[in-house]
Structures are given as structure tokens and as C-alpha cells.
């Protein structure tokens, strides 16, 4: 943390806790902005661009090491203008300049520092560089050297480099679009692929050398693949993998939540920042894990996440915070970490003990414990998942005597802003819960967070904002941002039915429509016209979190089902992955929710609209959950009441000409041919079922 002591920086008057936590270095640090670059145009400096983010452990390594330094800080005050930009804050931008560090031909990460010509322009880049020259890495003094001494003795050429290199991030964005559409066999080679690099011994995929990733898009992947195509080795994966991440020391197993990836394939020792998105995916694969399988383990694990999101990140104004550090005291994981002596002095359980795999020794720095559950050796999905009788009491006693004696300890910092496309995500993972369990606890939740959003981030005119923190709204919302709330706004409409949901859906679709919708059949990262960026880029893969063109997928699939009169949505789907078939064939386990959304395309169309007249609610909710429990991915039903169906019939072709009969009808269609309306739930079961 930054000495308050030190005299501020510019920083110290922006909302982001990340570029709070530099407002007291000795850098003169700009916030992104036109000062900073009139600043470089005007004394010809090059522009030290700085990317990171608060829960980041390499960016506090850096910071401590280098922009604490004070002659460090001389040296960039001196001969450069420097700028911290917080990634989560601004996307857009980040994605520019990684994107730029990859067509160098340097590994990705962050902290990311890019030089940049004062016109924005990328010369040189890296991520974390040392205080002096190790790991095989140039100190950061070093290469300011360097880099100051090129732009003195050959600035022309760096000039010219960096023009061409933004040239060639335009075009890359503006390949050629042929039309060509993907075949279904990339779904099953997708799966191989899957079944190739799974882990056998430790469960999850084997797709990088050492670290291992939540990957529950992956998984919700193979749940709908399971669904639609029943090959059981895919719910195994899913299975299996969602019980070692429950398991391993990736989770903490006292207070609940997932941490950001494992950093060895037995998901033992994490990094240990906690990150909304990803527990928002992992609850989303649970809640539709459970459905499928109904394992109480998975419906437990579900619970107890939403359990601490709501305790511990949940803000008193309606939203969620973003995340929480790994560090605390300066110190990676100490708050999480535990002494064999500790454990002993509060516990007596033996038992839970052995299942924590608590030892003198430990399995971390400094003999320290990080609680785990042994998965080597087991196979749960062949085997099952069994306690002791007794033993599920006495390890939620135990839970909670270490909850209470690890919350003396100084917690690590929470970054507190409220993300849009975030919120979104845990918006989906409580509507799934709720499809799930029935609980009424998370669909009211989801309506919170959202009525919160539609008042603090987004406009009359259906555009929609990114951050909020402490009173104030900031940054035009990335793709992420408006695809996720779309999505929402038409789930949340699907589970109501409150057709006010589809409506403001619909105004924010527009809106994308207008502003994002490139020539080439998928949509930008940032609307046209929001800021002066040296690119626009497009974006298909599904990184920490679904991309902006994957989810407007999902939600082309739902309007294209339901008959869309405004737009030719199998069109604009069939642009989309005509654009991305590179990747979905060469790449395909890094666009596992676009395939998702394809693999629906691909299967014919089902669809189930209830419409009712004078119905109670309760017997409403009851055919919703009906239609919930059916488990099936491609199939799109709504359940509105007569008003709502003919004051949408404009929107939605499917509710053209439909009533409610003597009370409640059934239209069940299939690839846009409806069967004869019925008036019992058994009839059209029967129907569904065919």
C-alpha cells in the first residue's frame, strides 16, 4: 500500500482503487486523458503507459520495487510522461496494447508497461520488469536507458515502427468475410479435443504448462454437449473437474469462493486474489451441474459461494464488488494460510483435520497449510461422492470456528467498483441458481444488482456505462457491458415474465446495433465515436470472461427462436462465426461459450410459449418450473400472460395471433412449425418430449 505520507500524485483524485494505490508514489503519475498527451506532444516525450489492476500481486511487486523507487521515479519524470490505467476500468483500451505486446512477439500479462509515441502509438512493451537485470529480464532503469536513448538517436525509425505496427492492428481487425460458415463437425472435434488434454489424475484440462484456470465456460460447454448429444465422457469431465475445483486449494474451504487459477495441475497452491467473474462462472456450471445430476455436493458448493459474494462483496448501494487481493500484510495469501499449531489449538476434529490434509510440515512456504481436499486417486463421477454420516456437521462446526479466528486477521484490500459486465455475469449465476433450486432468495438478488445497474449506469438513450464507484459513473461501456446486460434483461424477462425486462433489453440492443456493429459481421470492442483510440478492436475469445460477440450469440439464438421481426438474426449469427471460423477450427478451446451458442444454432429449434389469463402466480411460477427442469440448452420457452403476448407481437413473430384460450394454452413448435395448442402441462410434455 502506497506511504499516505508522500506527496499525491494526480492519481489521488480518481475513483479506481488500483490507481489510488499508486496516488502517493514519487511518479508523476497521469490518470489516461488528454492532459497527459498534450504534456507528451508538447515537450516530445515518449509516453510510459502503465496497466494493471488492484488485485494484481506482479503490479504491487513492481510498484514497491520501481515506482516507490525515488530514483527511479526521477528517471520518469524526467524523460517520459507517465500514465496508470487500471484494465478493469478500461478494457478497450488494455486489449489495444496487449494485443500490440503479442504482435511483438512477447507473452502477455500484467502488469503490462507499453511505450507509446505522444500520438498513442506502441514502440516497445513488456509486463513485469525487475529492479535489476534477473530472471533473464532487463532492469526497468535499463530499459528506460535504452529506450530514452533510441528516441533521441532514432526516433524516425521508432516512429515509422510504431506507425506500422498500429497500421497492422487496423487491419488485423478488417480481414475479409467470405461468408463460409463452420460445419457441426467442429463441435465434435471440439469435444476430442477436450477429452485429449483432460487430466486423468487431477481432473481439469491440461492446456498450459504449469498453471491451471477455472474453465467453466469450458464446462458449461460440455454440460450442453452432454445434453444435446448424451456421450457420457463429457459429463464426466464436467463432473469431475467441478468437484476438484470445489476440492483443491484453488477454493477456500473456509469461507467459500474460488481464487484466480492454481499454479501446478493439482489445483493445490493458487494465486489467491478472489475474482467476481470468475465464482460468477463457476455458480453459473454448478447451478446447471446440479440440474442435470442433482449431487447435493454441487447445490452445497453453489450455496456457499453466493453465501460469501453476499457477505463479503456485496456494497450497501445494490451492486457487487469486483474482487479481493491475493496480498495482505505484503504478503501473498497470508490472510488464507494456516499453521499446523493454529489449526490444533482451535480444532479437535481428527477427522477434519485428515480432510484438510493439515500437516506440520505443510504443503506451502514456511510450513504453512493451504487447506485442500485430496482428489489423486479418486473418480467421483463412477464412484459418487460419500460422507461419514455426521461428518458434513462436524466440518461446517469446524468452517466456522476458523472463519471466526481468520477474521482477526487484516483482511486483504477489496476493490469495491461495480462493474457492469461483471454484475451481469453474477446476475446470470443467480438466475441460474434459481432455475436450479427454486429459491426465490436469488432471483430477488438478481433483481437488486439489476435495478441498481439500470439506475446508476445506463442512459435514457439506452447506452450503458462501465464503473461505478463512490457517487460517480464513468467510462462508455465495452461490448462485455451491453451483450451482458441484454442477456440479463431477456433471462430475466424469460423467468418473470415482465415484459418492461424485454423492453429495456430491447432499447440497449438497439443501441449495439447502431453503435458497435462492424461491416465484417461482428460487433467492436467500444462504440464508434467514444474516444480517439489508435484501433477498434473485435474481440471472439472467451477469456476470464465470455466475450461481447459470444454472448450476443446467445442472445441472437433466443430472439431468432422467438421469431425476431426486427433484424435477419440467423444472418447476423451466421456473419459472426463466418468471421471467427479460423479460430473456432484452429482454436477452438479458447471460444468455448461461442461454440455453446453455435452448437444451439445447430440443433433444431424448440420452442414452448404459455399464455394465461386470470392465473394466479403461484400456479405461473410452477409451469416455469416445469419448464426449467427440462434441461435442455436448445430449448426457448416463455410464459407471459395474454396482455403481454399482443403488446409484444410487433417484437416477436412466435406470439402472432396466440391466446390464452379458456385460461392457459400451450403452443409447443419445433424449427417454426407449432403443434396444435393444448391446454394441459401432461399434453404438452408429451409434445416436448417427441
Request: some cysteine; charged content about 25%.
Amino acid at each position: 500500500m502506497a506511504n499516505l505520507s508522500k506527496k499525491p500524485n494526480r492519481l489521488v483524485h480518481e475513483k479506481s482503487p488500483y490507481l489510488l494505490q499508486h496516488a502517493h508514489n514519487p511518479v508523476d503519475w497521469f490518470p489516461w486523458g488528454t492532459e497527459a498527451f498534450e504534456k507528451a506532444k508538447k515537450e516530445d516525450k515518449i509516453i510510459l503507459l502503465s496497466i494493471g489492476y488492484s488485485t494484481c500481486h506482479w503490479c504491487h511487486v513492481m510498484e514497491r520495487e520501481s515506482f516507490e523507487d525515488i530514483s527511479t521515479a526521477e528517471v520518469l519524470n524526467r524523460d517520459f510522461v507517465c500514465i496508470k490505467l487500471d484494465r478493469e476500468e478500461r478494457p478497450d483500451i488494455d486489449k489495444i496494447y496487449m494485443d500490440a505486446l503479442h504482435a511483438m512477439g512477447t507473452q502477455g500479462g500484467w502488469p503490462l508497461n507499453m511505450f507509446l509515441t505522444p500520438e498513442k502509438e506502441p514502440i516497445l512493451g513488456g509486463t513485469y520488469f525487475p529492479p535489476e537485470n534477473r530472471y533473464g529480464k532487463r532492469s526497468f532503469k535499463e530499459v528506460l536507458r535504452l529506450v530514452t536513448k533510441a528516441w533521441k538517436e532514432q526516433k524516425g525509425e521508432l516512429l515509422q515502427a510504431a506507425n506500422e505496427l498500429s497500421n497492422y492492428l487496423r487491419e488485423n481487425q478488417t480481414r475479409t468475410n467470405d461468408g463460409k460458415v463452420p460445419g457441426t463437425e467442429i463441435l465434435v472435434q471440439n469435444f476430442n479435443r477436450y477429452w485429449q488434454v483432460y487430466d486423468q489424475e487431477f481432473f481439469g484440462f491440461k492446456t498450459n504448462t504449469i498453471n491451471k484456470f477455472p474453465p467453466s465456460m469450458a464446462l458449461i460447454f460440455l454440460l450442453d454437449y452432454y445434453s444435446i448429444h448424451k456421450d457420457n465422457r463429457a459429463l464426466e469431465m464436467a463432473y469431475n473437474t467441478g468437484y476438484a475445483m470445489k476440492s483443491g486449494g484453488i477454493y477456500d474451504q473456509v469461507g467459500g469462493g474460488i481464487y484466480r487459477y492454481a499454479t501446478d495441475h493439482e489445483w493445490l497452491v493458487p494465486h489467491f486474489e478472489k475474482m467476481l467473474y470468475d465464482n460468477a462462472l463457476y455458480v453459473e456450471f454448478l447451478a446447471k451441474l446440479y440440474q442435470i445430476t442433482g449431487e447435493i455436493f454441487f447445490l452445497e458448493a453453489l450455496m456457499e459461494i453466493i453465501s460469501y459474494i453476499q457477505r463479503d462483496m456485496r456494497l450497501d448501494i445494490g451492486g457487487i464488488a469486483s474482487a479481493e487481493d491475493a496480498d495482505s500484510e505484503g504478503e501473498e495469501g497470508k490472510f488464507y494460510l494456516w499453521k499446523e499449531s493454529e489449526i490444533l489449538s482451535e480444532l479437535t476434529e481428527e477427522e477434519v483435520i485428515g480432510y484438510w490434509n493439515v500437516t506440520e510440515e505443510g504443503n506451502f512456504e514456511n510450513n504453512q497449510n493451504i487447506l485442500n481436499v485430496a482428489i489423486k486417486g479418486k473418480n467421483p463421477y463412477q464412484e459418487g461422492i460419500h460422507f461419514k454420516d455426521g461428518f458434513k456437521i462436524k466440518l461446517e462446526r469446524s468452517k466456522e470456528i476458523l472463519y471466526q479466528l481468520r477474521n482477526q486477521r487484516i483482511r486483504p484490500l477489496r476493490d469495491d467498483k461495480i462493474l457492469t459486465s461483471w454484475n451481469c455475469l453474477w446476475i446470470r449465476a443467480l438466475l441460474a441458481s434459481f432455475e436450479a433450486t427454486g429459491d426465490p432468495l436469488f432471483l430477488n438478488q438478481s433483481k437488486t444488482i439489476y435495478e441498481f445497474l439500470f439506475t446508476y449506469l445506463v442512459k435514457e438513450d439506452g447506452s450503458v456505462y462501465r464503473r461505478f464507484r463512490e457517487g460517480e459513473t464513468k467510462f462508455f461501456g465495452t461490448l462485455p457491458d451491453y451483450s451482458e446486460l441484454i442477456w440479463v434483461s431477456f433471462r430475466l424477462f424469460q423467468l418473470v415474465g415482465d415484459k418492461q425486462y424485454f423492453l429495456q433489453g430491447l432499447q440497449i440492443f438497439k443501441y449495439v446495433e447502431t453503435h458497435f456493429l462492424s461491416d465484417m459481421g461482428p460487433y467492436f470492442e467500444s462504440a464508434a465515436g467514444d474516444e480517439e483510440l489508435i484501433a477498434r478492436t473485435i474481440d471472439g475469445y472467451d477469456g476470464v470472461e465470455p466475450s461481447g460477440n459470444s454472448t450476443i450469440l446467445h442472445i441472437f439464438y433466443f430472439l431468432h427462436s422467438l421469431g425476431f421481426l426486427h433484424a435477419d438474426i440467423l444472418k447476423k449469427a451466421n456473419a459472426i462465426f463466418s468471421y471467427f471460423l479460423p479460430e473456432l477450427t484452429q482454436n477452438s478451446l479458447s471460444y468455448p461459450s461461442m461454440l455453446s451458442a453455435f452448437q444451439k444454432f445447430q440443433t433444431p429449434s424448440k420452442v414452448v410459449i404459455v399464455l394465461h389469463r386470470n392465473q394466479s402466480e403461484e400456479k405461473m411460477n410452477e409451469i416455469r418450473k416445469n419448464l426449467s427442469s427440462l434441461n435442455d440448452p436448445t430449448l426457448i420457452w416463455l410464459v407471459l400472460s395474454e396482455d403481454v403476448s399482443r403488446s409484444l407481437e410487433l417484437d416477436l413473430g412466435i406470439l402472432n395471433g396466440r391466446d390464452a384460450g379458456d385460461g392457459v394454452r400451450y403452443y409447443v413448435c419445433q424449427n417454426f412449425q407449432c403443434e396444435l395448442p393444448t391446454d394441459t402441462w401432461e399434453e404438452a410434455f408429451h409434445l416436448i418430449s417427441k
